[in-house]
């Protein structure tokens, strides 16, 4: 289990790095789903619980947590929704100043 908590440390901070180091805005927009991701995965982890009260049958062994999932489902769609969005401003900013990186972007707002 602790290896699974191990993954999702890797996939944000992988995803952290690259949200930063990265000037191009769709590949910030890829690392900011792979940091998602790895919150996600980090939850669905924390989920996982052997004596869960809802659950009463020995039919079920390993399960998690049906209520925390039901709100990673609410994010994922929010996620989702928000990603689309940051897109669609990127496709503006796109036909705008005819590029994706960042600094080209901030030199062309300041003058």
Known sequence: MELYFIYSYIIIILGFFGLILKKDLIMKLFFLSIFQSGILLFFVVLAYDKNIPIITSDIVKDAADPL????????????????????????????????????????????
């Open 68 to 111: 925390i999932h039901s709100f990673l489902l609410t994010v994922i769609v929010i996620g989702f929704a928000t990603i689309s969005l940051s897109l669609v401003y990127i496709m503006i900013l796109a036909e705008k100043f005819k590029t994706h990186n960042v600094d080209i972007i901030e030199e062309e707002l300041e003058k």
